[in-house]
């Protein structure tokens, strides 16, 4: 399994923008689809976005689609989520997931998660 970290999040206010990086470890980073999730409290966690394993392909949530942007580079292990236009509503603990190969939306298909990072965003 791969090993992730992510890194980015804070308080920042409605309107703002924040990048997330994550950081993949001790497997071939190309080999796995990429994605975000968040969960916010007392609620699930959701699909937020993907990328398949050489980023040709990038799938958004209709709630971020057109304000988030999700990026790889297979060269430094990394994805990173550009997130713009940020509203309350997209606070939340955001977790970096990877998969092996087929790019996903279901949580249940993702088998190695980050710790999680906290994005709050104020009114």
């Known amino acids: 399994q791969v090993q992730l970290r992510e890194s980015g999040g804070g308080l920042v206010e409605a309107g703002s923008s924040l990048r997330l990086s994550c950081t993949a470890s001790?497997?071939?980073?190309?080999?796995?689809?990429m994605a975000w999730f968040r969960q916010a409290p007392g609620k699930e966690r959701q699909f937020v976005a993907s990328i398949s394993m050489r980023g040709s392909g990038a799938f958004y949530a209709d709630s971020v689609k057109g304000r988030f942007t999700i990026s790889r580079d297979n060269a430094e292990n990394t994805v990173d989520l550009q997130m713009d236009s940020l509203i309350p509503e997209d606070t939340a603990i955001y977790y970096c997931a990877a998969k092996p190969y087929a790019v996903s939306r279901d949580v249940r298909a993702f088998e190695s998660w980050g710790q999680g990072t906290q994005v709050t965003v104020s009114s």
């Open positions: 001790g497997s071939t980073f190309s080999n796995y689809a």
